[in-house]
């Protein structure tokens, strides 16, 4: 994909940090996004609620509203927009805790901006690629389940549930590979970006969470199956 495909995104900045801001600003404006910044969580709802987006870079510890507040209430608004979160937390439960909210993604700071761009990138390429996955198929039926790809909803008889993006993405990743094989890896250079050694959990944790909403018994699988030291494979 070439690269000015992205080139006048734009970019919602939401950062108290005035040094890192303006820097990560002046840097993304040079790479041909356009970027508004933003200091605080209340404010960053207010601009959400006046102006449409591509993509939001988020930092979790903000005045008024914190980031994972900012990201559970643009979820209920618009289940596709691309959130990547900054944080200093180090524990891996709370970097869990923003992608199972709804997050698409993390940077711990201090981050090299390279590698920020890099996910930035990434990320509006995953959008590109789930919106075109979903333009052809939407919704998919299979068993007593529906799912509504462009809402990210998942309703199981009379319960209805709301995906992550990326439990969405590796559910329409899984199915647009009905049969075959898909390894973690395939996975994480497909729906994630490749952000630590945590990540290979984090994808079985996101699997198992999606066992939990599509599956009748969770444990003994019937749509997606693990295969040992394989990966794992959907089929209806």
Same mark, same amino acid.
């Given at each position: 994909?070439?690269?000015?495909?992205?080139?006048?995104?734009?970019?919602?900045?939401?950062?108290?940090?005035?040094?890192?801001?303006?820097?990560?600003?002046?840097?993304?404006?040079?790479?041909?996004?356009?970027?508004?910044?933003?200091?605080?969580?209340?404010?960053?709802?207010?601009?959400?609620?006046?102006?449409?987006?591509?993509?939001?870079?988020?930092?979790?510890?903000?005045?008024?509203?914190?980031?994972?507040?900012?990201?559970?209430?643009?979820?209920?608004?618009?289940?596709?927009?691309?959130?990547?979160?900054?944080?200093?937390?180090?524990?891996?439960?709370?970097?869990?805790?923003?992608?199972?909210?709804?997050?698409?993604?993390?940077?711990?700071?201090?981050?090299?901006?390279?590698?920020?761009?890099?996910?930035?990138?990434?990320?509006?390429?995953?959008?590109?690629?789930?919106?075109?996955?979903?333009?052809?198929?939407?919704?998919?039926?299979? &068993?007593? $389940? %529906?799912?509504?790809?462009?809402?990210?909803?998942? #309703? /199981?008889?009379?319960?209805? @549930?709301?995906?992550? +993006?990326?439990?969405?993405?590796?559910?329409?990743?899984?199915?647009?590979?009905?049969?075959?094989?898909?390894?973690?890896?395939?996975?994480?250079?497909?729906?994630?970006?490749?952000? &630590?050694? $945590? %990540?290979?959990?984090?994808?079985?944790?996101?699997? #198992? /969470?999606?066992?939990?909403? @599509?599956?009748?018994? +969770?444990?003994?699988?019937?749509?997606?199956?693990?295969?040992?030291?394989?990966?794992?494979?959907?089929?209806?």
């Amino acid at each position: 994909m070439n690269e000015n495909t992205f080139k006048g995104s734009k970019i919602l900045l939401v950062e108290d940090e005035e040094t890192l801001a303006i820097g990560l600003k002046y840097n993304l404006t040079e790479e041909g996004f356009k970027v508004i910044w933003i200091k605080n969580g209340k404010d960053a709802i207010e601009k959400l609620n006046s102006e449409e987006y591509d993509l939001i870079i988020l930092d979790i510890m903000l005045p008024y509203i914190n980031g994972f507040e900012v990201t559970q209430y643009v979820r209920e608004k618009n289940p596709q927009l691309p959130i990547l979160m900054l944080t200093a937390m180090t524990r891996t439960e709370d970097r869990i805790k923003g992608l199972q909210l709804g997050a698409d993604d993390y940077v711990t700071k201090p981050f090299h901006l390279d590698e920020l761009i890099l996910r930035v990138k990434g990320m509006l390429k995953r959008k590109m690629w789930y919106k075109s996955a979903i333009d052809s198929q939407p919704v998919y039926h299979f &068993g007593n $389940i %529906e799912i509504d790809f462009e809402n990210l909803i998942c #309703v /199981r008889g009379k319960n209805k @549930i709301r995906l992550t +993006p990326h439990e969405a993405m590796a559910l329409k990743y899984l199915i647009q590979n009905k049969g075959k094989i898909v390894s973690r890896k395939e996975l994480l250079e497909n729906v994630w970006s490749i952000i &630590g050694e $945590i %990540e290979t959990r984090t994808v079985d944790n996101f699997i #198992v /969470r999606l066992r939990k909403h @599509i599956e009748p018994d +969770p444990s003994n699988p019937i749509y997606i199956k693990s295969i040992r030291g394989a990966g794992y494979t959907f089929s209806d």
